[in-house]
């Protein structure tokens, strides 16, 4: 299957993302893409330590995620694919990643973004990427945990 879902999430791994969207997807592997992260080894080790039992955890960077996904490596794996920012997300999809749907899940408000819900806030630049996502023909919308109603982009143009 490969990813199963794209998360938008600030705090990348964290209770929600373990306890619930994990288990919402039956995730397989929990894949943090992000270059700094990927260079951290003590916060690479504090993030192992959440993983569930039995789920693979991969904190690795963009380039080395491409490489791999576009390598067939994560096939028989379902993923739930954890980003910090849309950037990273447009990147992977452009360079051959197949993502089936992206979940918004949090960007917190800061100078330079518009507020559009409660853990969901994005810059004019930020909600163009995430509308060339949706204009891929990748379904995008905004769901904090997976028992809230799921908002989609649309709704926040």
């Known amino acids: 299957m490969g990813v199963a879902i794209a998360r938008i999430d600030q705090r990348l791994v964290h209770g929600i993302v373990v306890t ?23 916060r690479k080790a504090t993030m192992r330590l959440s993983k569930p039992a039995g789920t693979g955890m991969s904190l690795i960077n963009t380039e080395t995620a491409i490489t791999n996904f576009n390598a ?21 999809v452009k360079n051959g990643v ?23 806030a994005a810059s004019d630049k930020e909600m ?8 891929m023909g990748i379904p995008v919308s905004y769901q904090f945990v997976p028992s809230n109603k799921e908002e989609q982009l649309s709704k926040f143009l």
């Open 98 to 120: 197949e993502i089936p749907k992206v979940n918004i899940g949090i960007m917190l408000d800061k100078e330079g973004r518009t507020k559009y819900a409660k853990n969901f």
């Open 128 to 135: 163009k990427q995430l509308e060339e996502l949706s204009n």
């Open 20 to 42: 619930q969207w994990a288990s919402s997807v039956k995730a397989k592997r929990i894949m943090v893409v992000n270059d700094e992260v990927a260079k951290d080894e003590p």
């Open 72 to 92: 067939g490596k994560y096939v028989s794996h379902n993923v739930l694919l954890v980003v910090d920012n849309v950037e990273t997300l447009l990147t992977l």
